[in-house]
């Protein structure tokens, strides 16, 4: 599937898997959600999708941009985490983090950065970085590994074990990619409609 497909996906696996029940976890499923559903495509090559990833990836730096300054304006707990904790399991988490990155890109495509391997490097990232993030980025990793075995192109997400498992089903940027990008986001401002309706409501009864 496509950039744009993934990093809403990944966001509605994140609301799915783990809903979120205050803001600041609002806004750490949509952040977790969308790294992890984009990182596994740090391995792409061809130019087709490369435009496609940079597009997708400047969009979801916009987006995290964001959520970090709202996190920051409304003191919702991920800087507040940051600078509490600074140190060297922080540094061990960021060391982790770039190494993955740098292995990713590295890697032919649909290889390391999409097997349970680097899934498992990248919890180990986040647990010292900041493991309430954990269950959003490993619900939007695993989203973008589901829908590529739906692809043509076989995934070895056994790596390093090189054979590769695809289901056959659809093309990557076919008319399945645009109605599963279209359900999952319709899915994803659902739910956080009602979650922000919620907390509107529960804010209102205590007054």
């Avoid at 991920?78 to 770039?98: A, P």
């Amino acid at each position: 599937m496509m950039g744009k497909t993934h990093m809403i996906a990944g966001i509605g696996a994140a609301v799915l898997i783990s809903p979120p029940d205050t803001i600041g976890g609002c806004l750490q499923a949509l952040l977790g959600g969308a790294l992890g559903g984009l990182i596994c495509d740090l391995d792409v090559q061809s130019s087709t999708y490369c435009r496609d990833a940079r597009v997708v990836r400047n969009t979801a730096l916009l987006l995290g941009a964001v959520i970090l300054f709202l996190d920051w304006k409304w003191s919702t707990g991920i800087w507040d985490h940051i600078g509490s904790h600074l140190g060297r399991r922080q540094l061990l988490g960021l060391g982790i983090f770039l190494v993955i990155t740098i292995a990713g890109k590295l890697s032919s495509h649909r290889s390391f950065t999409h097997s349970f391997l680097a899934l498992g490097f990248l919890m180990a990232a986040f647990y010292f970085l900041y493991a309430p993030l954990i269950p959003y980025v490993a619900a939007g990793f695993l989203s973008h590994m589901f829908l590529d075995l739906l692809n043509k192109k076989p995934v070895e997400i056994f790596y390093p074990y090189k054979k590769g498992v695809c289901l056959r089903l659809f093309s990557a940027d076919g008319l399945a990619n645009r109605l599963i990008c279209t359900v999952s986001l319709v899915f994803v401002v659902v739910q956080m409609w009602d979650i922000m309706w919620k907390l509107v409501l529960g804010a209102a009864g205590r007054f």
